[in-house]
């Protein structure tokens, strides 16, 4: 099974991204026919602290001859800071899992009131109905709100609006207390699932700094790191994949293998279209881990 797997380095994988279910702009089955376009063989679903898409996704998939896996984007905490654990091939129905998901809707629902509040303050009403109205039937999340101001004629574009008002530190930045690091791997592994630190290069951290959440996420039992989120810079790939090691070196534990992804929002946004990375040369693939995918590869078989 291994070299069977290994043979997904030389095929487009992607193993973050985001519908409608979440705060994506295609449904669950757009996004999969997208991706099949692009030529991707294997992706995941990774909506934030939902698996609501995931049942669409993977029927679509079985139609367009792609592998889907089961995924989730969960919002933690690592101390007091804010960070996003991906849960990969998970199983959706897992008691444990649906118990975390209701809880972080309900943080998300009462974040997104406390938004609005905010906003309100700031002279820009009916911003928790413009929201809701946009998010449907997931709960409203920040890209929500910015859509809203910019479809409201209140700034240009949704990276305007995170500027002026829902980035960090600004009047939108409203703080949550999701679960802790360690407590939301636990969850993903009762579920069955692979935890992945999320896009590390995006949480502003020093080299220290991100040493030290590599060697926390790995010591609380996290499985692989996202070495790649979007199209970056060589050189960062390359400075991650140096922090990684020596963060697991610094708990005494072998390195890590490594996950990929787009982070897949939206069309137009060429640096987090489908499948636009590729792991190096060299290391070794999260999907390695994934005992139960094998079934999978061979319902929908590579291209020859």
Not at 10 to 35: C, F, K, Y
Not at 194 to 212: E, F, G, I, N, S
Request: aromatic residues 4%; glycine residues 10%.
């Amino acid at each position: 099974m291994r070299a069977l797997l290994a043979d997904l380095k030389t095929d487009l994988v992607d193993l973050h991204s985001h519908s409608t279910a979440s705060d994506g702009i295609l449904s669950p089955a757009q996004l999969v026919s997208r991706a099949k376009s692009l030529g991707v063989t294997l992706m995941a679903l990774t909506d934030h602290d939902t698996v609501d898409g995931v049942a669409q996704a993977q029927c679509a998939g079985e139609h367009a001859g792609i592998t889907v896996v089961a995924g989730i984007e969960f919002s933690t905490l690592w101390g007091r800071r804010p960070i996003h654990i991906l849960g990969l091939n998970i199983q959706p129905t897992s008691a444990l899992l649906q118990r975390a998901i209701g809880l972080r809707q309900t943080l998300r629902c009462e974040r997104a009131e406390r938004i609005a509040r905010q906003l309100h303050q700031c002279g820009f009403h009916g911003a928790l109905e413009g929201a809701c109205g946009l998010a449907g039937r997931a709960a409203p999340g920040r890209p929500h709100f910015a859509r809203w101001l910019v479809e409201a004629g209140h700034v240009v574009d949704s990276a305007r609006a995170f500027k002026r008002y829902l980035g960090t530190g600004r009047v939108g930045d409203v703080q949550v207390e999701w679960p802790q690091l360690a407590e939301t791997i636990d969850t993903i592994h009762a579920a069955g699932g692979c935890a992945v630190l999320a896009h590390p290069l995006k949480y502003r951290l020093t080299r220290t700094q991100l040493q030290r959440l590599i060697s926390d996420f790995l010591r609380s039992g996290g499985d692989a790191l996202e070495l790649l989120c979007g199209r970056q810079n060589p050189a960062q790939t390359k400075e991650l994949s140096a922090l990684i090691t020596a963060g697991a070196r610094a708990v005494q534990l072998p390195v890590p293998p490594s996950s990929l992804g787009s982070d897949f929002h939206q069309p137009g946004q060429a640096w987090r279209e489908l499948g636009c990375v590729h792991l190096p040369q060299g290391v070794e693939p999260v999907w390695n881990l994934w005992h139960t995918l094998h079934r999978g590869l061979q319902s929908h078989p590579l291209p020859v």
